[in-house]
């Protein structure tokens, strides 16, 4: 038979057990369930957080870099190509100054170039054989005409600076022959498109085709079949932007423009 005693003892384990029991679920409920305050600054959310952060800086340097990079290396300017076809077929020289002298801000006409003040001579059949000026002095031929050849920077030049006198401006073209491409690159920068000398598809320079004898030395002359005149008008990288006068604006790779241009003779001139 239980005592008062016996029955005191159940009681009170029965109470301990009940309370073990409350104290065990609460503290399972505990560890399913954090406050909000709480989940934040786990120490693995802090990680994450600080990774998201260092990659969103570091995606911003990259790009401010590169804009940075294309600021100081690259460059573009807004010349305007002077197309020589129909009027002029072999006259991208007279094409080319016309374009430049535009974007300098002086009015130009490339047929009034042409024949007005860039030194020319004809190509003339004589007993002793066809006759015609070194293009290096004077364009060869008629540019409007099938028997139109070339010529180089200085008659070029010294025609810039002929009309640019003529139009009582202050600007003077300058033949810049052999400048390298770092200082092609720099007239650039500077504000200053360059005319330069190239073959109209970037390969190797040819000669052939008729010939003729230097009105001045008697030597033969065989001239280019591809030579082709431009105005370099920007650089961005691995690329050069031409006004081409037979293609209009388009850009080329800046390797093989600088190889073509070298084969011919790195010849070039600017109006500043």
């Known amino acids: 038979m239980q005592t008062v005693y016996d029955r005191e003892v159940t009681l009170h384990s029965r109470n301990v057990q009940g309370r073990n029991a409350l104290t065990e679920r609460a503290g399972r409920a505990a560890v399913f369930y954090k406050p909000a305050h709480a989940r934040k600054t786990q120490p693995g959310a802090w990680r994450r957080l600080a ?7 570091a995606l911003l340097c990259a790009f401010r870099l590169y804009g940075r990079a294309r600021s100081r290396f690259g460059v573009q300017l807004p010349v305007r190509t002077v197309l020589q076809n129909p009027e002029l077929p072999n006259g991208c020289e007279a094409a080319s100054l016309a374009a430049l002298l535009k974007y300098k801000g002086v009015p130009a006409d490339k047929l009034d170039l042409a024949y007005g003040y860039i030194p020319r001579g004809d190509i003339e059949e004589t007993t002793d054989g066809r006759t015609g000026p070194d293009p290096e002095l004077a364009y060869a031929g008629d540019p409007a005409a099938g ?13 810039a600076n002929a009309y640019l006198a003529a139009q009582g401006s202050a600007l003077r073209a300058a033949d810049i022959t052999g400048v390298t491409g770092q200082g092609l690159l720099q007239y650039l920068r500077g ?3 360059v005319i330069v000398w190239i073959t109209k598809d970037l390969s190797a320079p040819r000669t052939g085709g008729c010939t003729w004898l230097l009105a001045d030395t008697g030597e033969t002359y065989a001239p280019y079949v591809n030579l082709h005149c431009v105005v370099l008008a920007g650089w961005d990288g691995d690329t050069c932007t031409i006004a081409d ?6 850009r080329v790779d800046a390797a093989a423009f600088l190889q073509c241009f070298r084969q011919m003779g790195s010849r070039a001139v600017v109006v500043h």
């Open 51 to 57: 990774a998201v952060a260092l990659c969103c800086g």
């Open 147 to 159: 028997l139109g050849f070339y010529c180089f920077a200085q008659p070029v030049a010294q025609g």
């Open 245 to 250: 006068p037979l293609q209009g604006r388009r």
């Open 191 to 193: 504000g200053d498109p």
